[in-house]
């Protein structure tokens, strides 16, 4: 993908990267293709993680952040994070907590 030259990175307090602002027309184009896994992820999974854990990596999110937004325990979730193909139901839980979709937690 090509980074637009319009890009706006708002940094936090400390200086660091927070924000990154694009064109709405990038935006649109990106969201119509909702399924692209990013090449960390793939990285990650070649190493092999599973998808959940690649993507909550990526992410930056820890597993209790993510079992908090699923309402289960960090414990329930670490378990969850080790099954190579979770069940439907689950992918479509974990999906939605990341803010993708099941189908980018498919192998």
Known sequence: MKL???LQII???EGKPA???IPYAQYVAQKMQPDLIPHEVVSRMVDGATPIRAWREHLNLTQEEVAKRLGISQPAFAQQETV???RK???EKIAAAFGI???QLEL
Do not use: E, I, M
Request: proline share 6%; aromatic share 6%; charged share 30%.
């Open 84 to 86: 190579a193909k979770p």
């Open 4 to 6: 637009s030259k319009d």
């Open 19 to 21: 924000f990154v602002v």
């Open 11 to 13: 940094n936090d307090a």
């Open 101 to 103: 979709t099941a189908n």
């Open 89 to 91: 139901a689950t992918r």
